[in-house]
């Protein structure tokens, strides 16, 4: 794959009935120390619009780009939407919830080598609970673990956002079937298509959490979700992996486990989250 010295980097958002904090992602991405980039926001049909069309175009930025889709469709077929139109040799994506430190894609863009053997990059985050603060770095810090299957194949240890070449992102695409598990699920078929991804120490992104907002998966949903999601990739998972993922189906359900269904799951991992379930961890 070639590249050049100023590569165009294309950032897809997808929004629903976020306006403000929608607004909040786009200034962080305007923020940006590299230049050399586009933004693709779809909107999925959102009640309230008005202002965040507006901010778009009054920006009068040509980096910008913002559609409104008249019916709703769904975050992975929105996300799918801006995939297919995105012009640039890498892609990555930001939530219209989170935010951008200035120097996420010069970070990402330095170590660019690496995707010749890795599937993508990823980074630490940090974590803003609803204070107000100055400078991201005086936020708790939420570290990822470095990549090993062993941990991925129980759970994402990945994040919602991952750096890579475009082309990988068109053809593996969002499974517009989940629920739920949207991310994990294309980032495990990444790894399983192009090798294990890196991961870089610095954080780039705010997650914003309890931030008040409509969240958009619901409990009943997130089950489904994560059930398809498990069936979908049961055969790729060790003995130890499966016993993780039928537990964690257990907790998003919120359905006691009877004594043998505890025998058939426990393993010391398992035993340990079900402790801290009890103690309200």
Known sequence: MSTTANPLISIYMP??????LAIRAIKSVLRQDYPHWEMIIVDDCSASFEQLQQFVEELGDARVSYTRNAINSGACAVRNQAILQATGQYITGIDDDDEWTPNRLSVFLANKH???????????DYVCQGEVYAQPAS??????????RKLFYKRNIVGNQVFTWG?????????????????????????????????????????HINHGEMQITSSPKKFSGYFHFYRKHKDKFDRASKKYQLFTLYQIRNKRMNWRTLLTLFSLR???RLADGLRGK
């Open 15 to 20: 929004t629903w009935n976020r306006q403000q």
């Open 114 to 124: 690496l995707l010749t053997t890795r599937a993508f990059l990823y980074a630490n």
């Open 139 to 148: 936020l708790p810090l939420y570290p990822k673990s470095p990549f090993s």
């Open 167 to 207: 082309w990988r992102f068109k053809e593996c695409l969002f499974d517009t079937q989940l629920k739920a598990a949207q991310d994990y699920d294309i980032f495990l078929r990444m790894v399983e298509e192009y090798g294990e991804p890196w991961k870089i120490e610095e954080a780039t992104q705010i997650l």
């Open 270 to 272: 398992n035993g340990k």
